[in-house]
């Protein structure tokens, strides 16, 4: 879902909402709330920013979930800190290989604050799937695969179609 979402928007146009030309580019940047500095309109940035949070919040609550199903003791509950550094490291390595692809391929703007929100958004869902009780787990696991179907399959569809 990340993938498709990220480098997908370079592929997929949406008439007089979303121009996929303009993400065509190979950009880097390194400077941290640059976009903050000269946004073309005051909520671009903010919009970006939270998007980015709110879309790795899945990353980081599968993540925690997977490890839950293949590397957990049982009986045991991990520690909060392993459980959000967990998260967090998951979510820094997809963001950073979502960035070098972005750039290799010349599908988007690689840029820092993606990879310091996208870790963020990874640790918070990392955090909140500590939190949640294990029989509510699995109904959520649920929900982030539905919710992944909904937006990547279209997205596809319409990359496919031209």
Known sequence: MVAAVTMGKALVEVGGLWD??????????????????????WWAPWLNTLGNVALFIPVGVMAVFVRDLFFRRPG????????????????????????????????????????????????????LAHLLPRPLRRAATGVVILTAAVVVLPMLGAAVAG
């Not at 996929?20 to 000269?38: I, K, Q």
């Not at 550094?85 to 290799?104: D, N, T």
């Open 20 to 41: 996929a030309s303009v993400h065509r580019r190979r950009s880097l940047d390194f400077m941290l709330f640059e976009g903050f500095v000269e946004p073309t309109t």
């Open 76 to 127: 045991r509950k991990p520690r909060l800190w392993r459980t959000v550094s967990y998260g967090g490291v998951v979510g820094l390595l997809l963001s950073l290989a979502v960035e070098v692809a972005q750039y290799v391929f010349a599908l988007g703007y690689s840029d820092v604050d993606d990879l310091l929100f996208n870790t963020l958004g990874a640790v918070l869902g990392a955090w």
